[in-house]
């Protein structure tokens, strides 16, 4: 049976894609303007995800489409364009899909929702049920709900059937957001103030056993046309959970015993009451049908998959300090080029001037684990240039100085700077901007961002740029795992000899 999905560079389709490479299905992973892939089956690509994208040629031959690909949350700040985005994305992209998938003759379609359709907190022991009684407030949500009851029409009005999954918060051996957040806290020794938190009540769920549940519904009958709630069957308060990220760390769990009203009304007062609720509130969900009409059992209990993601947490924080040698070197030759390189800075700011009146480009990127920082170069454009990706710019608006500096890699040379601060190396992925969402997600699920960016690389010398996400966020990868201190070395020289044009503008 040929499986199609979505959204397999994801956390999760990723998880469920190698799942399945272990039966007897055949997984087709679905992925945006990716080039070069790790998982050992066939891809099929797509240039945007939205309601006109035409999925003709990719569902052919597919018998089940399960949909993973989403947009979680957006940058934007003004909630009009904020629920617009997600309705786009979620709602009518999805939409777009299941009719296509309809008329290609699939034969179901399995569609990755969200608990956030029942809301975002159940009451005290009254876990959330499948049914649902009034659309969520929650944009996000919303745009989840209006999906699954667009799916129901689309397959009652055809030969296609569908199964709608809500997990609940999923986790797993490369999670990312607000629960590795309290892995890195807690390994820290940070004295989180949660341990008084107990009588509330969540549930989770392994990526595992997600996608073991996801699997078993593939071919059931008794899944058919069907909602359900996916847990790990056993749901923990706030300080449980921390024990339990504690004891697979290996560390002594810090949290102090605050209670639960103190911590809100401090919340409220600095005006973070969402963080509290979440902290403090309940959600759970009744996974009874769940394991009623499939006959589904976790495969992995909730203590044993929290240890296991807290001790791949844990070593790959190890791994990532293989290079400490890579630190006190970046000191010492930022520090020494600089001072060598005094007079030609002073002498290319002064032409700066004459060439553009503002001779040094501040712009902010993305930085190590995501923070914003603010990178320095020479400016080697007009000053009306648009603030965008060095692949997406004219070619016209680069000045005279500008290509001299851009030959002979002279404008970043004040990047030291950055490097001295610590917020760059002088080898590391190349930093990208905050509206380049894209690479953002390919360079997060590769784990990008556990280091910091660099002047040079080894992306940069190969030629690749950013206007291939995938392929720039796999050499990244590939870079960070496999960086001894020749290679180091051999990338300095490398572009100090002119090599590599990575950043060049087309």
């Given at each position: 049976?040929?499986?199609?999905?979505?959204?397999?560079?994801?956390?999760?389709?990723?998880?469920?894609?190698?799942?399945?490479?272990?039966?007897?299905?055949?997984?087709?992973?679905?992925?945006?303007?990716?080039?070069?892939?790790?998982?050992?089956?066939?891809?099929?690509?797509?240039?945007?995800?939205?309601?006109?994208?035409?999925?003709?040629?990719?569902?052919?031959?597919?018998?089940?489409?399960?949909?993973?690909?989403?947009?979680?949350?957006?940058?934007?700040?003004?909630?009009?364009?904020?629920?617009?985005?997600?309705?786009?994305?979620?709602?009518?992209?999805?939409?777009?899909?299941?009719?296509?998938?309809?008329?290609?003759?699939?034969?179901?379609?399995?569609?990755?929702?969200?608990?956030?359709?029942?809301?975002?907190?159940?009451?005290?022991?009254?876990?959330?049920?499948?049914?649902?009684?009034?659309?969520?407030?929650?944009?996000?949500?919303?745009?989840?709900?209006?999906?699954?009851?667009?799916?129901?029409?689309?397959?009652?009005?055809?030969?296609?059937?569908?199964?709608?999954?809500?997990?609940?918060?999923?986790?797993?051996?490369?999670?990312?957001?607000?629960?590795?957040?309290?892995?890195?806290?807690?390994?820290?020794?940070?004295?989180?103030?949660?341990?008084?938190?107990?009588?509330?009540?969540?549930?989770?769920?392994?990526?595992?056993?997600?996608?073991?549940?996801?699997?078993?519904?593939?071919?059931?009958?008794?899944?058919?046309?069907?909602?359900?709630?996916?847990?790990?069957?056993?749901?923990?308060?706030?300080?449980?959970?921390?024990?339990?990220?504690?004891?697979?760390?290996?560390?002594?769990?810090?949290?102090?015993?605050?209670?639960?009203?103190?911590?809100?009304?401090?919340?409220?007062?600095?005006?973070?009451?969402?963080?509290?609720?979440?902290?403090?509130?309940?959600?759970?969900?009744?996974?009874?049908?769940?394991?009623?009409?499939?006959?589904?059992?976790?495969?992995?209990?909730?203590?044993?998959?929290?240890?296991?993601?807290?001790?791949?947490?844990?070593?790959?924080?190890?791994?990532?300090?293989?290079?400490?040698?890579?630190?006190?070197?970046?000191?010492?030759?930022?520090?020494?080029?600089?001072?060598?390189?005094?007079?030609?800075?002073?002498?290319?700011?002064?032409?700066?001037?004459?060439?553009?009146?503002?001779?040094?480009?501040?712009?902010?990127?993305?930085?190590?684990?995501?923070?914003?920082?603010?990178?320095?170069?020479?400016?080697?454009?007009?000053?009306?240039?648009?603030?965008?990706?060095?692949?997406?710019?004219?070619?016209?608006?680069?000045?005279?100085?500008?290509?001299?500096?851009?030959?002979?890699?002279?404008?970043?040379?004040?990047?030291?700077?950055?490097?001295?601060?610590?917020?760059?190396?002088?080898?590391?992925?190349?930093?990208?901007?905050?509206?380049?969402?894209?690479l953002i997600e390919a360079r997060d699920a590769q784990g990008v961002y556990d280091v910091l960016p660099g002047i040079t690389g080894?992306?940069?010398?190969?030629?690749?740029?950013?206007?291939?996400?995938?392929?720039?966020?796999?050499?990244?990868?590939?870079?960070?795992?496999?960086?001894?201190?020749?290679?180091?070395?051999?990338?300095?020289?490398?572009?100090?000899?002119?090599?590599?044009?990575?950043?060049?503008?087309?």
């Amino acid at each position: 049976m040929n499986i199609l999905v979505t959204g397999a560079n994801g956390f999760i389709g990723g998880a469920l894609v190698s799942s399945l490479l272990q039966t007897s299905h055949t997984p087709i992973a679905c992925v945006r303007q990716s080039v070069e892939t790790t998982l050992d089956c066939e891809y099929r690509f797509i240039d945007t995800l939205d309601s006109m994208t035409d999925w003709g040629d990719i569902l052919k031959d597919i018998d089940v489409v399960i949909h993973c690909a989403a947009k979680a949350s957006i940058a934007k700040k003004d909630a009009d364009s904020r629920r617009s985005s997600l309705k786009e994305v979620n709602t009518l992209a999805t939409l777009n899909l299941a009719q296509q998938a309809a008329k290609a003759g699939v034969k179901r379609f399995i569609y990755l929702s969200s608990i956030k359709v029942n809301g975002e907190f159940s009451l005290p022991n009254q876990p959330f049920t499948p049914e649902v009684t009034q659309p969520p407030t929650d944009p996000y949500g919303l745009s989840k709900y209006e999906a699954e009851v667009g799916l129901q029409d689309i397959a009652n009005n055809s030969a296609m059937d569908y199964v709608i999954v809500r997990p609940t918060l999923v986790y797993g051996n490369k999670v990312k957001g607000n629960f590795r957040s309290l892995m890195k806290w807690t390994y820290k020794g940070i004295p989180l103030p949660l341990d008084g938190i107990k009588n509330n009540l969540r549930s989770l769920v392994f990526v595992e056993n997600l996608t073991d549940f996801i699997i078993s519904s593939i071919e059931n009958p008794n899944a058919k046309n069907e909602v359900f709630l996916v847990s790990d069957g056993t749901d923990l308060s706030t300080a449980a959970l921390l024990n339990n990220i504690a004891t697979g760390l290996g560390v002594e769990n810090r949290a102090l015993p605050i209670p639960p009203l103190l911590i809100k009304t401090g919340a409220r007062l600095l005006g973070k009451e969402h963080i509290a609720q979440r902290l403090c509130g309940s959600l759970q969900v009744d996974i009874s049908k769940t394991r009623n009409t499939l006959n589904w059992q976790p495969k992995i209990s909730t203590e044993e998959a929290i240890q296991q993601t807290a001790q791949y947490y844990a070593s790959s924080l190890f791994n990532s300090k293989k290079n400490t040698w890579q630190r006190p070197l970046d000191l010492a030759l930022s520090a020494t080029g600089l001072v060598a390189a005094s007079p030609l800075l002073l002498g290319t700011t002064i032409i700066g001037y004459f060439d553009t009146g503002s001779p040094l480009f501040i712009q902010e990127r993305v930085g190590k684990d995501k923070k914003p920082f603010k990178l320095v170069k020479f400016r080697t454009m007009s000053l009306d240039t648009a603030s965008v990706a060095s692949h997406l710019a004219d070619n016209s608006s680069i000045t005279k100085l500008g290509r001299i500096l851009r030959k002979t890699k002279l404008d970043e040379l004040p990047q030291l700077v950055n490097v001295l601060k610590g917020e760059m190396s002088l080898v590391g992925p190349r930093p990208n901007l905050y509206n380049q969402q894209e690479l953002i997600e390919a360079r997060d699920a590769q784990g990008v961002y556990d280091v910091l960016p660099g002047i040079t690389g080894l992306a940069q010398l190969s030629g690749i740029d950013m206007s291939t996400p995938e392929l720039l966020a796999k050499t990244d990868k590939e870079m960070i795992d496999n960086l001894t201190l020749n290679k180091y070395f051999s990338y300095i020289i490398r572009t100090a000899l002119g090599k590599g044009s990575g950043d060049a503008v087309k």
